[in-house]
Structures are given as C-alpha cells and as structure tokens.
C-alpha cells in the first residue's frame, strides 16, 4: 500500500513580498459579512495577495438556492450588488473573477511573484491564536485514498454529508487553475506522547533522525526540533488573523515524518484522517482528478505522476489543546419567526420528541414591529444518539422546502450572529460545540456529522491561505 501523505514542491512568494498582504482567510468564512472582504480588499490594495487567486463565496452570484443554503450566502451577494458596492471583485460576475484568478496565477508563477520555497518536503506551520499555539503539517494527500461518500471506508474521510450542488461552482474555479492553495485541514488522531517531546526540546540537527521513531505526537515533536528548521515566514495575519510561522522540514527530516505517518497509516486501522475544515473544497478536488482520470487524456502512467492527483492540505492533531471545536450557529433572514418557531415544535411532536427550557437550541429574534431582541432556549428530551444539530437541520431544510423567500447562512462565533441578527432583523440559531473525542468513532461507525456540526476555533482562527502547489501540466 503507497503513501497517502507525502512531501511536495512547495511553493511560496518570492523575498521582498508582503506576508501579511500576500495570506488571506478561507474563502468560505465571512459569508454574510460583505465590510470583512471589501476591508481585505482595500488592505491589498495591488501588493501580490492570494485574494486574487481564490474566490471568496461571498462573491458567488450564479449559485442555486440549495448551495446558498449551504454558506455561499448567495442572497448576501445579491443585497450588496443591488445596493451599489463598487469594489473591484463585488462587481465581477463569477465567469470574470475565475478568468482573473487562472490569469493571474499565471502571472504569479512566470513574474517571479512564486518561488519553489521546499523541494521534496514538508512545512511545519506555527499558528497563534486567541485559543492558543495550534501546530500543523503542510504536504500532499493522494486523492485516490480520500472519497466524500460515506460509504467507501477510505483512509481520508469526509466529516459532514457532502452537499452535491455546491461541487460544479468549485470544479469550474478549480479545472483550469495552474496551482492550488489550501484551506482544507485533515485531522489525526494522535495522542501527544508529551514525555518524549518535553525530552528533545533544545535538540540538535541530529535528532531529526528520530522523528520516524515516535508513535504519538509526530507533528509536536517535530516542532520540538523547530530550531534545527530553516524559518519560511514570520508575519501577522491581517483582519486579527494572529500569527503565523512555517519551517521548511526538508531532506532527511521529510524522510522521517514520511517514514512516521507511514507507520501510523499502517496501525490506524484504515481510518488515518478525518477531514476538520475544507470538506466541500476537498471534494471539489477529488472530482477534478476524477474527471482528469475519465478525460482519456492520458495514460495510466501519466495519471500515477499527474500533480492533480494530490492535493496539498494541512495536518493537525486532534489532540491539540488549541484546536477547539466551535458550533457553527444558523440565520435565517426574510423568516416569520412565530410561524418557523411552530413548525420547529410541531416537528418535534411529529418525530416523538419533547422539548424543555434550555441552552441545546437558542433562538435570537426581534419580532415584527419590535425593536427588543428576544431569546427563546430549549433542550431536546429522548433523541437518544441524535445530535440536536442533526434534529435541528433536518426540520430546517424541511421548512426551507416550503419557504422560498427564507434563506440561511451558516455563522462563526456568538457574537457576529448577535449582530445579524440585530442587522437583518432575521433569527439566530445558537448551537452548542460537540466533544472533539467523538469525532473519530463517530466518523468510523460509518457515517457522517449533519451539515455544519462544528468549526475548528472561531472565524478568525481558520486556516490563511499562504503556500501553494502546482496541479496543472502546462506551467
């Protein structure tokens, strides 16, 4: 059995280029939040950044109203375009943003603006966050060893049902793109063997030879060897992102953690990762190499070296203490809130559930012709197993099927749903977080987690754009 994690030509911008400029959050976070991306977009000004080789989903504007249902917040769109926003990307249709994302990725690997930074390796990344120092390897997935159908056991599992309307968007963004650039987070489930790792801080160039050796805690102990790493980036993150720092690990210490995630892959069971952030994103590059492989195009030798049949992510450990699972809240805007909130308890009659006071589910409304914010909690008796999430989202798409006006968003962190709420007049939906140490039997008990279950940290905390890695044969 071959490798599912591997190193990489890893590509990063050339010296003199602006850090904090050049790396940009997730393009599926700030959904409904149109100010975020127009204050990225003045920030970057015309310094090199990745914003102009992504697509945030804020800008989607041809998308149906299952995918708007699922974060691309396409009714956001709508409102800031009918109300006149001027900026350059709020104005693109989708067709002309992707024709300016593959042009100037073009531009960027030709002009000197990308540079090879890693050669056959790894980047160890160091983030720093409100939620403290959350640790992660860089390199190359197979995609052959990754599948979003939650009946295929394969070693890289999706966490959340895969919506299959939200795929085409991204395959046209993706398809004809020279290079990637990953948000997508895989977790492992790698308990920290802290003894060992305490027992080489101060190491020397030596003990990278030892990284194949340690069974638990690979990505901590090879940030326990940081010192022994050639330093990539040093930079803050824009719009309270933190900080961030990468190590080239490289040479015989890539040897290593391939030889150590290799040994894990062959003791895991057949479950290595889970995927925490990027799902939608992952399964959009897995049905690019899909379509590479059904094209004819090339031979079955050219296909086992095409660069497309990997894809670059980020490795973290579940075990992290800064790696926190986070609720991600709903928002229904355009809601007769009385009329959702009866159907959501006739519902609950109708499944043979009961419902208490509590803080499970917090509804947050003003209601029509008031001003004062509401708040209505409950707590689901008897659903045995069922997360009140997955209760909860199966009685929303219901009500959605039949309320065509109604749209939803999927909002991070308590209080940039107090203000939507206060903004739209709409209805937040306050969740609670789930135990990240169910996460792993969950997924290998052979499902999914509904839609949106958990976020890894807040908004701010998700994953920058910063390297990259070339997916086409032409450059």
């Given at each position: 059995?071959s490798?599912c994690f591997?190193p990489a ?12 400029k ?5 393009c ?5 939040q149109a100010d975020?991306?127009?204050?990225v ?8 950044s ?11 504007g041809?998308i ?5 249902d699922?974060?691309?917040?396409g009714?956001g769109?709508?409102n ?5 926003r001027k ?12 024709k300016?994302?593959n042009?100037?990725?073009d ?16 980047v160890?990344?160091e983030?720093t ?5 959350r640790?992660?390897i ?6 052959d ?7 295929k056991?394969?070693l890289?599992r ?9 795929i085409p ?9 020279a290079?990637?650039l990953?948000h ?6 790698d308990?920290?063997?802290?003894q060992k ?9 030596e ?21 022994t790493?050639?330093?990539l ?18 040479g015989?210490a ?15 069971g ?6 925490g ?12 190499w899909?379509?590479i ?9 050219q296909?086992?070296t ?5 894809a670059?992510v980020?490795i973290c450990?579940?075990?992290?203490e ?6 991600i809240?709903?928002?229904l805007?355009n809601?007769?809130?009385?009329d959702m909130l ?16 509590g ?5 947050e409304?003003v209601?029509?012709?008031?001003t ?15 997360l009140p ?12 099927e ?30 609670q ?9 969950a ?12 976020s ?8 920058y754009y910063?390297e ?7 450059l």
């Amino acid at each position: 059995m071959s490798n599912c994690f591997n190193p990489a030509n890893i590509l990063l911008p050339n010296d003199g280029i602006d850090m904090e400029k050049w790396s940009v959050i997730a393009c599926d976070q700030f959904t409904s939040q149109a100010d975020y991306w127009d204050a990225v977009e003045k920030y970057v000004g015309d310094a090199p950044s990745t914003l102009n080789v992504v697509f945030p989903e804020i800008y989607l504007g041809t998308i149906t109203k299952q995918e708007n249902d699922c974060n691309s917040s396409g009714a956001g769109v709508k409102n800031d375009k009918e109300t006149g926003r001027k900026t350059k990307y709020a104005s693109m249709t989708d067709d002309e943003r992707i024709k300016y994302i593959n042009t100037t990725m073009d531009t960027y690997l030709t002009d000197g603006t990308l540079k090879q930074a890693v050669a056959d390796g790894y980047v160890l990344v160091e983030r720093t966050t409100e939620s403290g120092v959350r640790l992660g390897i860089v390199g190359l997935i197979d995609l052959d060893d990754y599948d979003f159908d939650p009946k295929k056991k394969t070693l890289i599992r999706a966490t959340e049902g895969t919506v299959i309307s939200r795929i085409p968007p991204r395959v046209k963004i993706r398809e004809n793109a020279a290079i990637e650039l990953p948000h997508v987070m895989l977790l492992v489930d790698d308990p920290i063997d802290r003894q060992k790792i305490d027992g080489c801080q101060g190491a020397s160039q030596e003990d990278a030879v030892n990284i194949a050796a340690v069974k638990h805690g690979i990505i901590e102990y090879v940030y326990a060897i940081r010192d022994t790493l050639r330093k990539l980036y040093d930079t803050e993150l824009m719009q309270g992102g933190g900080h961030i720092r990468g190590y080239a690990v490289e040479g015989e210490a890539a040897r290593q953690v391939t030889e150590a995630f290799a040994a894990k892959q062959n003791s895991c069971g057949g479950f290595l990762f889970a995927v925490g952030d990027g799902n939608h994103s992952l399964a959009t590059a897995k049905t690019c190499w899909e379509n590479i492989k059904k094209s004819g195009k090339f031979t079955e030798e050219q296909l086992k070296t095409h660069p497309a049949r990997h894809a670059l992510v980020e490795i973290c450990n579940l075990h992290s203490e800064a790696l926190e699972f986070k609720p991600i809240h709903r928002l229904l805007t355009n809601v007769d809130v009385k009329d959702m909130l009866s159907f959501f308890e006739a519902e609950i009659t109708k499944q043979g559930l009961a419902s208490t006071e509590g803080d499970e589910i917090v509804f947050e409304y003003v209601e029509s012709g008031a001003t004062e914010i509401k708040n209505s909690g409950i707590n689901i008796t008897n659903r045995g197993d069922r997360l009140p999430v997955e209760i909860l989202q199966g009685i929303l798409d219901k009500y959605l099927e039949t309320h065509d006006n109604v749209e939803i968003d999927y909002i991070h962190g308590d209080e940039a749903l107090h203000g939507l709420v206060r903004e739209t007049k709409g209805c937040g939906i306050f969740l609670q977080s789930i135990d990240k140490s169910t996460l792993f039997p969950a997924i290998n008990a052979g499902g999914v987690l509904p839609r949106k279950t958990f976020s890894i940290g807040e908004a701010n905390e998700k994953r920058y754009y910063m390297e990259c890695y070339k997916i086409s044969l032409e450059l």
